[in-house]
């Protein structure tokens, strides 16, 4: 008899350890696909703002910049045009990157001459640099920092957008900082 309930205890045990190791193996199979997908969409929302970044510096960007855009493209290509008459050689470098998901913070280093005096006559102009008005352009050299925090959807900026950029530095080096 004590034989019996061993060996029953015994399979008892093991069947229970069978489907503990079953829940495990699915819940693993299931972190891992979670990871595989984040590390999957951290790697294309990478890529999203890389290949953005180099469409800006293009000489093309008034066609290709449109493809990033969520909405009304028309708007924001009529005011880049503006800020790039006034900074005709201007180029971005990544500094630095950081991606979470389709999450992105993006450091930036800009240079650009100041060629032609600013003139957006936008009120209600996204791009801020209307604190460019009323200062000639000399075809000064220029470097800025901007960090972007955007999000990606569908293979375009998403809803999510901000970002800062180093005016002072700006109105520094055309010696406006103190006017």
Known sequence: MRNVLFVLSL????????????DTNAQTTAELQQYKDLDA???????????????????DWK???????????????????????????YAATIKHLVVEGNRG???LNVTANYAKTYSLKSPDAAYGDDYLKGIEAE????SWEEAWYF???DGK????WDFLK????VLKALNAAQK
């Open 11 to 22: 399979l008892v045990l093991l069947s229970c350890g069978e489907t503990s190791t079953t």
């Open 41 to 59: 969409a951290e790697e294309s929302t990478q890529k999203f703002i890389q290949e953005y970044i180099r469409a800006v510096n293009a000489s």
């Open 63 to 89: 066609t290709t910049l449109p493809k990033y855009l969520p909405y009304d493209p028309e708007a924001f290509i009529a005011e880049h045009t503006a800020f790039r008459t006034s900074f005709p050689n």
């Open 105 to 107: 913070v993006v450091w």
């Open 139 to 142: 075809n000064q050299a220029l």
């Open 151 to 153: 999000d990606v959807v």
């Open 157 to 160: 900026f998403g809803n999510e």
């Open 166 to 169: 180093d005016n002072h530095a």
